[in-house]
């Protein structure tokens, strides 16, 4: 749970503030558990919202690495790139480099907050696409264009990297 | 049934690249570039998301969170 959450916010901090809080969630509201659903998938819907209303809160639908997706000017561009790698400016900051560093990381963090939990789901964590639909509330055809979307973006990303 | 020489679909390259596709289907890939290709790529994308390493929050974690957990007494009162 939380790599998925640090997945989506990318910043190990915010990650832990909102596992704390996902974990204080489920051991406080225990009694509102149902048991028709897997106790893990309850949880992931409850870090998934927290990730979600964080991301939703601070307008940054995506994360994108290369400017804010409104960004028009090439000014505009580099004030809102995500600079990744150089500038570490502490240990913590140096550690988020090299986990989230990596090539296929750059990609997840490109996608939208909505793919990127359905993709992490999928093949990170290994649900079913039932599963997802469940954890996400989603209808189960949304869940598979949403993952053969991000399949999709993520090879595109990749394959960009690679010529 | 499904015809042997019917392009994959999405579904079906999905099962190829976890080495769960029938047979009968992943026949077609000996004899079709389009979707060996797609279906390869795809491949890929999926290994790499697979192999992704799982995190884990700081030492100390756990008793920030049970510091901060309600837990009944038992005269049915809460403590912190």
């Not at chain 1, 790139?81 to 990609?107: C, F, K, M, W, Y």
């Amino acid at each position: 749970m939380f790599s998925l959450l640090y997945r989506m916010v990318r910043d190990r901090a915010l990650a832990e503030d909102l596992a704390q809080e996902t974990f204080i969630k489920v051991l406080n509201g225990i009694k509102s558990y149902k048991p028709e659903f897997k106790f893990s998938s309850w949880i992931f819907k409850i870090a998934n919202n927290a990730a979600i209303d964080h991301l939703r809160r601070k307008s940054i639908d995506t994360l994108s690495l290369d400017g804010a997706p409104g960004a028009e000017t090439p000014d505009q561009v580099r004030a809102t790139s995500l600079q990744l790698g150089d500038r570490a400016e502490s240990p913590l900051d140096e550690v988020q480099s090299r986990e989230l560093g990596t090539a296929i990381e750059r990609a997840i963090a490109r996608l939208r907050p909505e793919y990127r939990s359905c993709i992490l789901l999928r093949h990170v964590e290994g649900y079913s696409y039932e599963e997802i639909a469940d954890t996400l509330d989603l209808p189960l055809g949304t869940v598979k264009t949403y993952i053969h979307r991000a399949r999709n973006e993520l090879r595109g990303y990749l394959d960009d990297r690679r010529e | 049934m499904t015809d042997i020489s019917m392009h994959l679909n999405t579904d079906e390259i999905e099962l190829w690249a976890q080495g769960l596709l029938p047979a009968a289907r992943a026949m077609h890939l000996a004899d079709c570039s389009l979707c060996r290709v797609e279906a390869q790529r795809e491949r890929k994308v999926i290994l790499e998301l697979v192999q992704l390493p799982k995190y884990a929050p700081s030492a100390g974690f756990a008793d920030r969170v049970m510091a901060q957990v309600k837990i009944p007494t038992p005269s049915g009162d809460w403590q912190v």
